[in-house]
């Protein structure tokens, strides 16, 4: 008995159709979205370029230090095809993935946006969601330096924890997991999964390559004879999760009403 093995990378050339802002956006993601999660003082809503792309861009122009951590990035006003493209390929273009534009609700919306219900105050998303399996996993976090240490983050977390964990007749999706990836350096990442319930599960060595300038690597492969590739650093990644069996809805809502 013989075999072939016909497999063949993608095409890295092929071009990018990306969408007109000026029509409806596909969200093209694997599991149904409201149209807005709310508390008291946050809302998510499906992050749209043509309305949240240039408030993204302003806010972390002068601030590349917020993608420290991520494998991508950091982007700014003066490159947007840079993040059109990133958002078209890590985000639209992946079934398992949703961006959500956060809203601070106690504070006026921008002149340019007056419809908006509050200020442009980061995004956040659904990554690896897989309904499938019935988990899915927070991640693609950036808070603006304005709403960091605030209630900003604790409510948008827990707004997807709640949507995630409960289940369908109480508005849920019903998932059993939500995990949480860091960089195994990133001790506040680690941190916020933690006040938010998140159990850590341990650390996953080498769990990808970080090419280029983009996040800040673990460990370095020099010193191995032989190595595919010896001057792309590695990544050792943190899992933190949280389950149906360990999430109270009372507790997330506590830490959302926090005043501090």
Known sequence: MTYVNLYKPPAQDTPV????DDDPLDLNFCLPIP???????????????????SQL??????????????????????????????HEQRIRGDPTTVLFAIIDKTSPS????????GAFA??????????????????????????????????????LLMHALEVPKDGGLGLRRVQWQANAENAPSRRAAERMGFKMEGVIRWQ????????????????REGDP????????????ALCWDDYKRVDVQALMDRTK
């Open 17 to 20: 159709q990306l969408p007109d």
């Open 35 to 53: 149209d807005e999660l709310s508390s008291d003082r946050v809302k998510l809503v499906p992050f749209i370029p043509a309305l949240h792309r």
């Open 57 to 86: 861009l302003d806010g972390v122009n002068d601030h590349p230090a917020l993608y420290t951590y991520l494998p991508y990035g950091p982007f700014s006003n003066s490159d947007v095809d840079a993040f059109n493209l990133w």
């Open 110 to 117: 921008p002149p340019s946006h007056p419809s908006q219900g």
């Open 122 to 159: 980061g995004v956040m998303a659904y990554l690896q969601t897989f309904p499938q399996h019935l988990s899915t996993e927070i991640g693609h976090i950036v808070i603006l330096p304005k709403y960091q240490r605030t209630f900003v983050n604790t409510n948008a977390v827990g707004l």
């Open 208 to 223: 990808r390559m970080l090419p280029g300038a983009a996040g800040r690597p673990s460990a370095s492969a020099k010193d």
């Open 229 to 240: 590739a010896p001057d792309v650093p590695g990544r050792h990644t943190a899992m933190l």
